[in-house]
């Protein structure tokens, strides 16, 4: 599979409302995962407008505070 980036989950903006990440893509519109996809180990962000897709690096430990945040 091909990435058009390796992207650090730190540098990516989390949506508390829509329990997603986003990062900005070359495109305009945005790479997305979700929080429940990053919990089942999922690793690929993609954009909806292009075919780009990003690899987000991240520790499964981080994710699950992350979620633990999030549902509070």
Do not use: N, W
């Not at 989950?9 to 429940?36: A, N, V, W």
């Not at 990003?54 to 633990?68: H, N, P, Q, T, Y």
């Amino acid at each position: 599979m091909s990435y058009y980036d390796e992207i650090e989950i730190e540098d990516m903006t989390f949506d508390k409302k829509m329990q997603l990440y986003h990062y900005p893509c070359p495109c305009g519109d945005r790479f997305e995962i979700s929080l429940g996809d990053l919990r089942d180990g999922e690793e690929v962000a993609v954009c909806p407008s292009c075919s780009l897709m990003i690899k987000v690096i991240f520790e499964a430990v981080c994710v699950i505070d992350i979620f633990l945040c999030a549902i509070s």
